[in-house]
T-cell receptor, first 117, second 115 residues
Framework: AQKITQTQPGMFVQEKEAVTLDCTYDTSDQSYGLFWYKQPSSGEMIFLIYQGSYDEQNATEGRYSLNFQKARKSANLVISASQLGDSAMYFCAMREHSGAGSYQLTFGKGTKLSVIP | DSGVTQTPKHLITATGQRVTLRCSPRSGDLSVYWYQQSLDQGLQFLIQYYNGEERAKGNILERFSAQQFPDLHSELNLSSLELGDSALYFC??????????????FGPGTRLTVL
């Protein structure tokens, strides 16, 4: 069963506007983590933000914030004041425990964000 | 720069051949993870090593194998290559254990093309 769902294959946003990228997840673990990564056209995976399942506050990192709604199992990424350099693929991922002290990431299919000047 | 290095950056080979991808984790990271990113399958976890030992297996084919050496670098071996193995292969590293960082740091990837 798919564990991370990103329902927006592509999104457009005007430069300087805010945009929300959706992510829902499915897990029966009590302890888990949610990540967002950015993949520009050059291919590298860039870590943006992390939210732990027990964190009471929504995570923020500069222009990135994570809107965490645990009961709804959603972890949406909000990018404020979009810049042209934000154009990229964005992946939501969930940490799943795979053994003592170990974990693997399960990724969604991604959302392609295009920032329009 | 994440601190994770991968070589080579690009690899072009023929069907039936065998290749080895190499990864050096960030200094101090004991865990290495391999991922495959293809157009039809997306980003998939393949395998994890921790301090030289296999820790977790994902959707890794039997034709693929990996190992982590005492200096903590890792190699992913792909054999009897098929056209469908063409993909971007990422290595990631993390510290694992009590008080460990929560994120995996990704290398730049190796783009494999099988002709």
């Amino acid at each position: 069963a798919q564990k991370i769902t990103q329902t927006q294959p592509g999104m457009f946003v005007q430069e300087k506007e805010a945009v929300t990228l959706d992510c829902t997840y499915d897990t029966s673990d009590q302890s888990y983590g949610l990540f967002w990564y950015k993949q520009p056209s050059s291919g590298e995976m860039i870590f943006l933000i992390y939210q732990g399942s027990y964190d009471e506050q929504n995570a923020t990192e500069g222009r990135y914030s994570l809107n965490f709604q645990k009961a709804r199992k959603s972890a949406n990424l909000v990018i404020s004041a979009s810049q042209l350099g934000d154009s990229a693929m964005y992946f939501c991922a969930m940490r799943e425990h795979s053994g003592a002290g170990s974990y693997q990431l399960t990724f969604g299919k991604g959302t392609k964000l295009s920032v329009i000047p | 720069d994440s601190g994770v290095t991968q070589t080579p950056k690009h690899l072009i080979t023929a069907t039936g051949q065998r290749v080895t991808l190499r990864c050096s984790p960030r200094s101090g990271d004991l865990s290495v993870y391999w991922y495959q990113q293809s157009l039809d399958q997306g980003l998939q976890f393949l395998i994890q090593y921790y301090n030289g030992e296999e820790r977790a297996k994902g959707n890794i084919l039997e034709r693929f194998s990996a190992q982590q050496f005492p200096d903590l670098h890792s190699e992913l071996n792909l054999s009897s290559l098929e056209l469908g193995d063409s993909a971007l292969y990422f290595c990631a590293s993390s510290r694992v254990g009590v008080g460990a960082d929560n994120e995996q740091f990704f290398g730049p990837g190796t783009r494999l093309t099988v002709l």
